[in-house]
Protein backbone atom coordinates (compact mmCIF):
# COMPACT_ATOMS: atom_id res chain seq x y z
CA UNK A 1 0.00 0.00 0.00
CA UNK A 2 1.12 3.31 -0.28
CA UNK A 3 2.16 5.70 2.32
CA UNK A 4 -1.06 8.04 2.38
CA UNK A 5 -3.07 4.64 3.75
CA UNK A 6 -2.72 2.97 7.35
CA UNK A 7 -5.21 0.94 9.18
CA UNK A 8 -3.88 0.19 12.87
CA UNK A 9 -5.84 -2.55 15.15
CA UNK A 10 -6.69 -0.72 17.93
CA UNK A 11 -7.79 -3.31 19.26
CA UNK A 12 -7.98 -7.42 18.66
CA UNK A 13 -9.95 -8.66 21.28
CA UNK A 14 -13.54 -9.94 22.53
CA UNK A 15 -15.69 -8.26 24.57
CA UNK A 16 -13.98 -8.97 28.01
CA UNK A 17 -10.77 -8.25 26.17
CA UNK A 18 -7.70 -10.92 26.83
CA UNK A 19 -6.20 -11.40 29.58
CA UNK A 20 -9.70 -11.58 30.91
CA UNK A 21 -10.37 -10.72 34.81
CA UNK A 22 -9.56 -13.64 37.25
CA UNK A 23 -8.43 -15.99 34.55
CA UNK A 24 -5.47 -18.40 35.10
CA UNK A 25 -5.30 -19.80 31.36
CA UNK A 26 -2.04 -20.14 29.54
CA UNK A 27 -3.09 -17.40 27.17
CA UNK A 28 -4.15 -15.31 30.17
CA UNK A 29 -1.18 -15.54 31.57
CA UNK A 30 1.17 -15.42 28.44
CA UNK A 31 4.15 -13.16 28.14
CA UNK A 32 3.47 -12.73 24.44
CA UNK A 33 2.14 -9.39 23.85
CA UNK A 34 0.06 -9.92 20.75
CA UNK A 35 -2.03 -12.19 23.10
CA UNK A 36 -3.16 -9.06 25.16
CA UNK A 37 -5.50 -7.72 23.53
CA UNK A 38 -8.05 -4.89 24.33
CA UNK A 39 -12.07 -4.38 22.85
CA UNK A 40 -11.93 -4.46 18.52
CA UNK A 41 -11.56 -1.13 17.45
CA UNK A 42 -9.25 -0.03 14.28
CA UNK A 43 -8.53 3.50 13.07
CA UNK A 44 -7.68 4.64 9.35
CA UNK A 45 -5.83 7.03 7.55
CA UNK A 46 -6.31 7.72 4.29
CA UNK A 47 -4.23 11.27 3.37
CA UNK A 48 -5.77 14.01 5.17
CA UNK A 49 -8.18 11.65 6.26
CA UNK A 50 -8.54 10.31 10.20
CA UNK A 51 -11.48 8.27 11.19
CA UNK A 52 -12.48 5.38 13.83
CA UNK A 53 -14.35 2.29 13.84
CA UNK A 54 -15.81 2.05 16.97
CA UNK A 55 -15.26 3.33 20.19
CA UNK A 56 -15.26 0.12 22.69
CA UNK A 57 -14.26 0.97 26.21
CA UNK A 58 -10.66 0.52 25.87
CA UNK A 59 -10.34 3.68 23.18
CA UNK A 60 -8.46 6.09 25.74
CA UNK A 61 -5.45 4.04 26.42
CA UNK A 62 -5.81 2.53 22.67
CA UNK A 63 -6.05 6.50 21.26
CA UNK A 64 -3.00 7.60 23.63
CA UNK A 65 -0.98 4.46 22.54
CA UNK A 66 -1.60 5.33 19.38
CA UNK A 67 -0.79 9.03 19.59
CA UNK A 68 -4.19 9.63 18.17
CA UNK A 69 -5.02 13.21 18.27
CA UNK A 70 -7.23 13.78 15.15
CA UNK A 71 -10.49 12.05 14.23
CA UNK A 72 -13.14 13.27 11.47
CA UNK A 73 -15.54 10.61 12.33
CA UNK A 74 -16.64 8.08 14.07
CA UNK A 75 -18.04 4.18 11.61
CA UNK A 76 -19.76 2.09 14.43
CA UNK A 77 -20.32 -1.83 13.82
CA UNK A 78 -22.79 -1.64 16.15
CA UNK A 79 -24.32 -0.93 19.74
CA UNK A 80 -23.22 -3.28 21.49
CA UNK A 81 -20.56 -2.32 24.90
CA UNK A 82 -17.92 -3.75 23.68
CA UNK A 83 -17.84 -0.94 21.01
CA UNK A 84 -19.42 1.82 22.52
CA UNK A 85 -18.72 1.93 25.92
CA UNK A 86 -15.70 4.44 25.12
CA UNK A 87 -18.42 7.13 23.41
CA UNK A 88 -17.30 9.53 26.24
CA UNK A 89 -13.67 9.25 25.28
CA UNK A 90 -14.71 10.79 21.71
CA UNK A 91 -14.83 14.13 23.64
CA UNK A 92 -11.07 14.84 23.17
CA UNK A 93 -11.86 14.88 19.35
CA UNK A 94 -13.92 17.31 19.91
CA UNK A 95 -12.29 19.66 21.78
CA UNK A 96 -10.74 21.35 18.61
CA UNK A 97 -13.27 20.96 16.56
CA UNK A 98 -16.29 23.63 15.32
CA UNK A 99 -18.76 21.24 14.50
CA UNK A 100 -19.97 18.18 15.53
CA UNK A 101 -18.08 14.94 15.02
CA UNK A 102 -19.67 12.55 12.59
CA UNK A 103 -20.83 9.48 13.67
CA UNK A 104 -22.37 7.15 11.43
CA UNK A 105 -24.40 3.62 12.20
CA UNK A 106 -27.35 1.74 10.96
CA UNK A 107 -30.70 3.70 12.47
CA UNK A 108 -30.57 0.90 15.49
CA UNK A 109 -27.19 1.89 16.59
CA UNK A 110 -27.53 5.02 16.52
CA UNK A 111 -30.91 4.84 18.33
CA UNK A 112 -28.83 3.10 20.87
CA UNK A 113 -26.16 5.48 21.41
CA UNK A 114 -28.96 8.65 21.91
CA UNK A 115 -30.80 6.28 24.46
CA UNK A 116 -27.13 5.49 26.67
CA UNK A 117 -25.62 8.52 26.20
CA UNK A 118 -28.88 10.73 25.63
CA UNK A 119 -27.17 14.33 27.38
CA UNK A 120 -24.56 14.28 24.66
CA UNK A 121 -27.31 14.65 21.71
CA UNK A 122 -29.74 17.07 24.06
CA UNK A 123 -29.94 20.47 22.40
CA UNK A 124 -28.68 20.99 26.57
CA UNK A 125 -25.46 20.00 25.83
CA UNK A 126 -23.49 23.23 25.29
CA UNK A 127 -20.79 23.13 27.66
CA UNK A 128 -17.41 22.55 25.63
CA UNK A 129 -16.00 20.21 26.69
CA UNK A 130 -18.06 17.17 26.66
CA UNK A 131 -18.61 15.17 23.64
CA UNK A 132 -20.80 16.98 20.43
CA UNK A 133 -22.19 13.94 18.20
CA UNK A 134 -23.65 14.60 15.08
CA UNK A 135 -25.19 11.59 13.63
CA UNK A 136 -25.54 10.74 9.90
CA UNK A 137 -27.70 7.27 9.04
CA UNK A 138 -25.86 4.93 6.99
CA UNK A 139 -28.08 4.04 3.85
CA UNK A 140 -25.41 3.31 1.66
CA UNK A 141 -21.61 3.97 0.27
CA UNK A 142 -20.55 7.31 1.46
CA UNK A 143 -17.14 9.50 0.81
CA UNK A 144 -14.30 11.18 3.10
CA UNK A 145 -12.19 12.98 0.50
CA UNK A 146 -11.26 9.95 -2.27
CA UNK A 147 -11.84 6.83 0.31
CA UNK A 148 -15.25 5.13 -0.11
CA UNK A 149 -16.97 3.67 2.50
CA UNK A 150 -19.38 0.57 1.77
CA UNK A 151 -21.36 -0.55 4.43
CA UNK A 152 -21.55 -4.24 4.71
CA UNK A 153 -24.60 -5.33 6.69
CA UNK A 154 -24.07 -8.97 8.19
CA UNK A 155 -26.16 -11.05 10.52
CA UNK A 156 -24.19 -11.49 14.67
CA UNK A 157 -26.72 -13.81 15.96
CA UNK A 158 -30.26 -12.12 16.70
CA UNK A 159 -28.55 -8.31 16.02
CA UNK A 160 -27.55 -6.86 12.87
CA UNK A 161 -24.27 -5.13 12.54
CA UNK A 162 -22.62 -3.76 9.91
CA UNK A 163 -18.69 -3.68 8.56
CA UNK A 164 -17.64 -1.07 6.42
CA UNK A 165 -15.14 -1.98 2.85
CA UNK A 166 -12.92 1.26 2.55
CA UNK A 167 -11.57 1.50 -1.10
CA UNK A 168 -8.97 4.25 -1.72
CA UNK A 169 -7.74 5.26 -5.40
CA UNK A 170 -4.77 2.74 -5.97
CA UNK A 171 -4.92 0.72 -3.05
CA UNK A 172 -6.11 -2.74 -2.37
CA UNK A 173 -9.70 -2.46 -0.72
CA UNK A 174 -9.85 -3.54 2.94
CA UNK A 175 -13.07 -5.11 4.30
CA UNK A 176 -13.61 -4.95 8.04
CA UNK A 177 -16.37 -7.41 9.61
CA UNK A 178 -15.74 -7.81 13.53
CA UNK A 179 -18.68 -8.99 14.63
CA UNK A 180 -20.39 -11.83 12.31
CA UNK A 181 -21.92 -14.91 12.39
CA UNK A 182 -23.25 -15.18 8.93
CA UNK A 183 -22.24 -13.09 5.68
CA UNK A 184 -25.87 -12.72 4.06
CA UNK A 185 -25.62 -13.10 -0.41
CA UNK A 186 -25.94 -9.40 -0.89
CA UNK A 187 -22.93 -8.44 1.31
CA UNK A 188 -21.20 -11.98 -0.05
CA UNK A 189 -21.24 -10.13 -3.52
CA UNK A 190 -19.86 -6.91 -2.42
CA UNK A 191 -17.07 -8.60 -1.13
CA UNK A 192 -16.21 -10.88 -3.64
CA UNK A 193 -12.75 -11.30 -4.11
CA UNK A 194 -11.81 -8.36 -1.93
CA UNK A 195 -7.91 -8.10 -1.24
CA UNK A 196 -7.82 -7.86 2.63
CA UNK A 197 -10.68 -9.37 4.94
CA UNK A 198 -9.77 -8.44 8.40
CA UNK A 199 -12.78 -11.11 10.03
CA UNK A 200 -14.16 -11.95 13.69
CA UNK A 201 -12.38 -15.67 15.17
CA UNK A 202 -13.63 -15.88 18.36
CA UNK A 203 -12.56 -18.95 19.14
CA UNK A 204 -11.81 -22.44 17.95
CA UNK A 205 -14.88 -24.23 19.07
CA UNK A 206 -18.74 -22.09 17.37
CA UNK A 207 -20.30 -19.53 19.40
CA UNK A 208 -23.91 -18.37 19.23
CA UNK A 209 -23.51 -15.23 17.51
CA UNK A 210 -19.71 -14.74 16.25
CA UNK A 211 -17.76 -16.93 13.49
CA UNK A 212 -15.29 -20.08 14.88
CA UNK A 213 -11.51 -19.79 13.58
CA UNK A 214 -12.82 -22.47 11.42
CA UNK A 215 -16.35 -20.69 10.06
CA UNK A 216 -13.46 -17.61 9.24
CA UNK A 217 -11.58 -19.67 7.07
CA UNK A 218 -14.62 -20.84 5.29
CA UNK A 219 -15.86 -17.47 4.91
CA UNK A 220 -12.50 -16.44 3.59
CA UNK A 221 -12.12 -19.00 1.12
CA UNK A 222 -16.12 -18.42 0.06
CA UNK A 223 -15.05 -14.68 -0.50
CA UNK A 224 -12.56 -15.45 -2.24
CA UNK A 225 -10.56 -12.81 -0.24
CA UNK A 226 -6.55 -12.45 -1.36
CA UNK A 227 -5.47 -11.91 2.08
CA UNK A 228 -7.20 -11.88 5.61
CA UNK A 229 -6.40 -11.16 9.50
CA UNK A 230 -8.61 -12.84 12.15
CA UNK A 231 -9.48 -10.40 14.48
CA UNK A 232 -12.35 -10.27 17.44
CA UNK A 233 -10.42 -13.26 19.18
CA UNK A 234 -10.74 -14.88 22.68
CA UNK A 235 -8.32 -16.55 25.38
CA UNK A 236 -9.22 -19.67 23.65
CA UNK A 237 -6.65 -18.23 20.64
CA UNK A 238 -3.10 -18.50 21.67
CA UNK A 239 -1.68 -16.06 18.84
CA UNK A 240 1.27 -18.09 18.17
CA UNK A 241 -0.50 -21.30 18.36
CA UNK A 242 -3.41 -19.84 15.56
CA UNK A 243 -1.19 -18.67 13.28
CA UNK A 244 1.19 -21.84 12.96
CA UNK A 245 -2.29 -23.64 12.05
CA UNK A 246 -2.87 -20.73 8.94
CA UNK A 247 -2.59 -20.76 4.97
CA UNK A 248 0.02 -18.14 4.35
CA UNK A 249 -1.91 -15.68 2.95
CA UNK A 250 -4.31 -15.76 6.36
CA UNK A 251 -2.71 -14.34 10.00
CA UNK A 252 -3.98 -13.31 13.20
CA UNK A 253 -3.97 -9.57 14.07
CA UNK A 254 -2.44 -7.89 17.28
CA UNK A 255 -3.02 -5.26 19.59
CA UNK A 256 -0.96 -2.18 17.47
CA UNK A 257 -0.70 -3.69 13.97
CA UNK A 258 -0.55 -1.33 10.87
CA UNK A 259 -1.37 -2.44 7.47
CA UNK A 260 -0.08 -0.20 5.05
CA UNK A 261 1.76 3.48 5.75
CA UNK B 1 -4.43 -0.27 60.98
CA UNK B 2 -4.67 -3.77 61.07
CA UNK B 3 -4.08 -6.33 58.20
CA UNK B 4 -7.71 -6.81 57.60
CA UNK B 5 -8.73 -3.93 56.62
CA UNK B 6 -7.08 -2.79 53.34
CA UNK B 7 -8.13 0.11 50.81
CA UNK B 8 -6.64 0.71 47.11
CA UNK B 9 -6.59 3.68 45.20
CA UNK B 10 -7.84 1.70 41.49
CA UNK B 11 -7.82 5.12 40.36
CA UNK B 12 -7.33 8.90 40.93
CA UNK B 13 -8.38 10.80 37.86
CA UNK B 14 -10.64 12.73 36.51
CA UNK B 15 -13.09 12.16 34.17
CA UNK B 16 -10.77 12.19 31.25
CA UNK B 17 -8.00 10.44 33.10
CA UNK B 18 -4.36 11.69 32.85
CA UNK B 19 -2.89 11.75 30.28
CA UNK B 20 -5.45 13.62 28.30
CA UNK B 21 -5.43 12.35 24.93
CA UNK B 22 -3.85 14.98 22.77
CA UNK B 23 -2.08 17.39 25.70
CA UNK B 24 1.51 18.31 25.51
CA UNK B 25 1.54 19.75 28.89
CA UNK B 26 4.35 18.81 31.45
CA UNK B 27 1.90 16.19 33.98
CA UNK B 28 0.48 14.53 30.81
CA UNK B 29 4.00 13.92 29.35
CA UNK B 30 5.49 13.07 32.93
CA UNK B 31 7.58 9.98 33.45
CA UNK B 32 6.43 9.74 36.77
CA UNK B 33 4.26 6.82 37.15
CA UNK B 34 1.90 9.15 39.83
CA UNK B 35 0.90 11.24 36.87
CA UNK B 36 -0.95 8.76 35.34
CA UNK B 37 -4.29 8.53 36.75
CA UNK B 38 -7.63 6.72 35.78
CA UNK B 39 -10.75 7.11 36.56
CA UNK B 40 -11.65 7.38 40.25
CA UNK B 41 -12.57 4.43 41.83
CA UNK B 42 -11.71 2.79 45.46
CA UNK B 43 -11.49 -1.03 46.49
CA UNK B 44 -11.97 -2.15 49.86
CA UNK B 45 -11.35 -5.13 51.85
CA UNK B 46 -12.69 -5.89 55.23
CA UNK B 47 -12.26 -8.88 56.67
CA UNK B 48 -13.37 -11.40 53.94
CA UNK B 49 -15.51 -8.28 52.40
CA UNK B 50 -14.43 -6.87 49.31
CA UNK B 51 -16.19 -4.00 47.77
CA UNK B 52 -15.76 -1.74 44.89
CA UNK B 53 -16.71 1.94 44.71
CA UNK B 54 -17.98 3.04 41.39
CA UNK B 55 -17.00 0.78 38.13
CA UNK B 56 -14.96 3.76 35.85
CA UNK B 57 -14.27 3.00 32.40
CA UNK B 58 -10.61 2.05 33.54
CA UNK B 59 -12.16 -0.94 35.42
CA UNK B 60 -10.83 -3.89 33.44
CA UNK B 61 -7.12 -2.43 33.91
CA UNK B 62 -7.56 -1.53 37.08
CA UNK B 63 -8.68 -5.16 37.95
CA UNK B 64 -6.09 -6.54 36.33
CA UNK B 65 -3.78 -4.82 37.81
CA UNK B 66 -4.34 -5.25 41.27
CA UNK B 67 -5.92 -8.68 40.70
CA UNK B 68 -9.40 -8.57 41.92
CA UNK B 69 -10.96 -11.40 41.31
CA UNK B 70 -14.10 -11.50 43.99
CA UNK B 71 -16.15 -8.53 44.44
CA UNK B 72 -18.76 -9.04 46.82
CA UNK B 73 -20.62 -5.39 46.23
CA UNK B 74 -20.56 -2.20 44.23
CA UNK B 75 -20.89 0.84 45.66
CA UNK B 76 -22.13 3.83 43.06
CA UNK B 77 -21.43 7.46 44.11
CA UNK B 78 -23.40 8.53 40.96
CA UNK B 79 -24.05 7.75 37.47
CA UNK B 80 -21.71 9.94 35.88
CA UNK B 81 -19.90 7.90 33.08
CA UNK B 82 -16.26 8.31 34.63
CA UNK B 83 -17.95 5.98 37.56
CA UNK B 84 -20.48 3.83 36.19
CA UNK B 85 -19.04 2.86 31.87
CA UNK B 86 -16.97 -0.25 33.63
CA UNK B 87 -20.60 -1.41 34.36
CA UNK B 88 -20.06 -4.33 31.26
CA UNK B 89 -16.86 -5.47 32.86
CA UNK B 90 -18.29 -6.21 36.40
CA UNK B 91 -19.79 -9.37 33.90
CA UNK B 92 -16.50 -10.93 35.46
CA UNK B 93 -17.84 -10.49 38.98
CA UNK B 94 -20.65 -12.36 38.38
CA UNK B 95 -19.85 -15.82 36.76
CA UNK B 96 -18.67 -17.30 39.96
CA UNK B 97 -21.84 -16.12 41.79
CA UNK B 98 -25.31 -17.49 42.39
CA UNK B 99 -26.70 -14.55 43.09
CA UNK B 100 -26.80 -11.15 41.46
CA UNK B 101 -24.26 -9.02 42.41
CA UNK B 102 -25.30 -6.20 44.94
CA UNK B 103 -25.19 -2.79 43.30
CA UNK B 104 -25.82 0.41 46.26
CA UNK B 105 -26.45 3.70 44.78
CA UNK B 106 -29.09 6.72 45.54
CA UNK B 107 -32.59 5.82 43.41
CA UNK B 108 -31.45 8.57 40.88
CA UNK B 109 -27.86 6.14 40.79
CA UNK B 110 -29.78 3.24 39.47
CA UNK B 111 -32.28 4.97 37.66
CA UNK B 112 -28.98 5.63 35.27
CA UNK B 113 -27.62 2.39 35.23
CA UNK B 114 -31.00 0.97 34.62
CA UNK B 115 -31.60 3.78 31.71
CA UNK B 116 -28.06 2.97 30.48
CA UNK B 117 -27.54 -0.82 31.27
CA UNK B 118 -31.44 -1.72 30.55
CA UNK B 119 -30.83 -4.93 29.35
CA UNK B 120 -28.80 -6.17 32.49
CA UNK B 121 -31.76 -5.35 34.68
CA UNK B 122 -34.69 -7.20 32.03
CA UNK B 123 -35.90 -10.62 33.11
CA UNK B 124 -35.30 -11.70 29.83
CA UNK B 125 -31.05 -11.37 30.95
CA UNK B 126 -30.39 -14.98 31.33
CA UNK B 127 -27.30 -15.64 29.43
CA UNK B 128 -25.02 -16.20 32.19
CA UNK B 129 -22.46 -14.67 30.86
CA UNK B 130 -23.76 -11.06 31.29
CA UNK B 131 -23.83 -8.84 34.39
CA UNK B 132 -26.44 -9.61 36.59
CA UNK B 133 -26.88 -6.85 38.64
CA UNK B 134 -28.99 -6.84 42.55
CA UNK B 135 -30.11 -3.33 42.68
CA UNK B 136 -30.33 -1.69 46.51
CA UNK B 137 -31.44 1.53 47.02
CA UNK B 138 -29.57 3.71 49.73
CA UNK B 139 -31.34 5.04 52.31
CA UNK B 140 -29.09 4.95 55.54
CA UNK B 141 -26.51 2.75 56.90
CA UNK B 142 -25.60 -0.18 55.75
CA UNK B 143 -23.52 -3.77 56.79
CA UNK B 144 -21.28 -5.74 55.01
CA UNK B 145 -20.03 -8.28 57.94
CA UNK B 146 -18.43 -6.15 60.88
CA UNK B 147 -18.06 -3.08 58.41
CA UNK B 148 -20.29 0.07 58.32
CA UNK B 149 -21.05 1.75 55.56
CA UNK B 150 -22.60 5.19 56.16
CA UNK B 151 -23.80 7.49 53.10
CA UNK B 152 -22.16 10.83 52.56
CA UNK B 153 -24.28 13.29 50.49
CA UNK B 154 -22.62 16.13 48.85
CA UNK B 155 -23.54 18.59 46.09
CA UNK B 156 -21.56 18.06 43.06
CA UNK B 157 -22.86 20.88 41.04
CA UNK B 158 -26.03 20.49 40.14
CA UNK B 159 -25.90 16.59 40.94
CA UNK B 160 -26.44 15.08 43.93
CA UNK B 161 -23.51 12.28 44.63
CA UNK B 162 -22.67 10.01 47.39
CA UNK B 163 -19.70 9.55 49.30
CA UNK B 164 -19.28 6.79 51.80
CA UNK B 165 -17.60 6.77 55.66
CA UNK B 166 -16.39 2.82 56.69
CA UNK B 167 -15.76 1.99 59.95
CA UNK B 168 -14.53 -1.43 60.47
CA UNK B 169 -14.13 -2.38 64.37
CA UNK B 170 -10.46 -1.39 65.78
CA UNK B 171 -9.50 0.77 62.41
CA UNK B 172 -9.42 4.36 61.74
CA UNK B 173 -12.91 5.60 60.03
CA UNK B 174 -12.46 6.22 55.84
CA UNK B 175 -14.22 8.33 54.32
CA UNK B 176 -14.47 8.90 50.33
CA UNK B 177 -15.58 11.89 48.75
CA UNK B 178 -14.19 11.69 45.03
CA UNK B 179 -17.24 14.07 43.43
CA UNK B 180 -17.81 16.84 45.38
CA UNK B 181 -18.02 21.12 45.33
CA UNK B 182 -19.68 21.53 48.77
CA UNK B 183 -20.80 19.34 51.58
CA UNK B 184 -24.03 20.17 53.53
CA UNK B 185 -24.14 20.39 56.90
CA UNK B 186 -25.30 17.28 57.69
CA UNK B 187 -22.66 15.56 56.28
CA UNK B 188 -20.26 17.79 58.10
CA UNK B 189 -21.49 16.54 61.20
CA UNK B 190 -20.45 12.90 59.79
CA UNK B 191 -18.05 13.35 59.11
CA UNK B 192 -16.68 15.52 62.30
CA UNK B 193 -13.22 14.60 63.22
CA UNK B 194 -12.99 11.45 61.05
CA UNK B 195 -9.41 9.89 60.89
CA UNK B 196 -9.06 9.75 57.19
CA UNK B 197 -10.68 11.92 54.28
CA UNK B 198 -10.04 11.34 50.70
CA UNK B 199 -11.35 14.11 49.06
CA UNK B 200 -11.56 15.80 45.37
CA UNK B 201 -8.78 18.24 44.59
CA UNK B 202 -9.42 18.56 40.89
CA UNK B 203 -7.32 21.29 39.85
CA UNK B 204 -5.88 24.28 41.59
CA UNK B 205 -8.15 26.54 39.89
CA UNK B 206 -11.90 26.54 41.00
CA UNK B 207 -14.22 24.61 39.11
CA UNK B 208 -17.75 24.62 38.99
CA UNK B 209 -18.45 21.20 40.23
CA UNK B 210 -15.15 19.75 41.65
CA UNK B 211 -13.60 21.41 44.55
CA UNK B 212 -10.02 22.94 44.04
CA UNK B 213 -6.94 21.96 45.97
CA UNK B 214 -7.64 25.26 48.15
CA UNK B 215 -11.41 24.18 48.56
CA UNK B 216 -10.26 20.18 49.44
CA UNK B 217 -7.82 22.26 52.10
CA UNK B 218 -10.46 24.14 53.61
CA UNK B 219 -13.15 21.05 53.93
CA UNK B 220 -10.03 18.87 55.40
CA UNK B 221 -9.64 22.03 57.90
CA UNK B 222 -13.58 22.38 58.66
CA UNK B 223 -14.09 19.01 59.14
CA UNK B 224 -11.51 18.36 61.58
CA UNK B 225 -9.56 15.29 59.83
CA UNK B 226 -6.73 13.80 61.50
CA UNK B 227 -5.20 12.90 57.91
CA UNK B 228 -6.07 13.28 54.10
CA UNK B 229 -5.65 12.26 50.48
CA UNK B 230 -6.19 14.15 47.75
CA UNK B 231 -7.77 12.55 44.31
CA UNK B 232 -9.81 12.99 41.22
CA UNK B 233 -6.95 14.55 40.20
CA UNK B 234 -6.61 16.40 36.67
CA UNK B 235 -3.26 17.09 34.19
CA UNK B 236 -2.97 21.05 36.30
CA UNK B 237 -1.77 18.60 39.06
CA UNK B 238 1.60 17.64 39.43
CA UNK B 239 2.08 14.99 41.77
CA UNK B 240 5.28 15.70 43.35
CA UNK B 241 4.70 19.29 42.84
CA UNK B 242 1.48 19.05 44.73
CA UNK B 243 2.72 16.91 47.57
CA UNK B 244 4.94 19.57 47.97
CA UNK B 245 2.90 22.33 49.18
CA UNK B 246 0.71 19.97 51.63
CA UNK B 247 1.11 19.42 55.26
CA UNK B 248 2.17 16.55 56.39
CA UNK B 249 -0.91 15.14 57.44
CA UNK B 250 -2.32 15.40 53.87
CA UNK B 251 -1.31 13.64 50.73
CA UNK B 252 -1.89 13.15 47.11
CA UNK B 253 -3.08 10.03 46.36
CA UNK B 254 -2.10 7.76 43.01
CA UNK B 255 -3.31 4.82 41.46
CA UNK B 256 -2.62 1.49 42.84
CA UNK B 257 -1.55 3.24 45.99
CA UNK B 258 -3.02 0.84 49.34
CA UNK B 259 -3.56 2.15 52.72
CA UNK B 260 -3.45 -0.56 55.49
CA UNK B 261 -3.11 -4.22 54.94
Known sequence: MAADFELTFL????????????????????????????????????GDTSLLVDAGPDL??????ENLRRIDAVLFTHGHLDHVAGFDELRAFCWHRDTPLPMHGSRETLDTL????????????????????????????????????SPLPVEHGRVDTMGFLFEAPGEPPVAYLPDVKRIPPDTLATLR??????????RPDTHPTHMSVGEALAAIEEVGAASAWLTHLGHDNDHAALESTLPPN?????????IGG
Open 193 to 202: NVDILIIDAL
Open 60 to 65: REQALR
Open 114 to 149: RRMFGWAFDAANTYQGYVKPGPVEIDGPFHYGDLRI
Open 250 to 258: IRVAHDGLR
Open 11 to 46: GTGTSVGVPVIGCECAVCRSDDPRNHRGRSSIHLRA
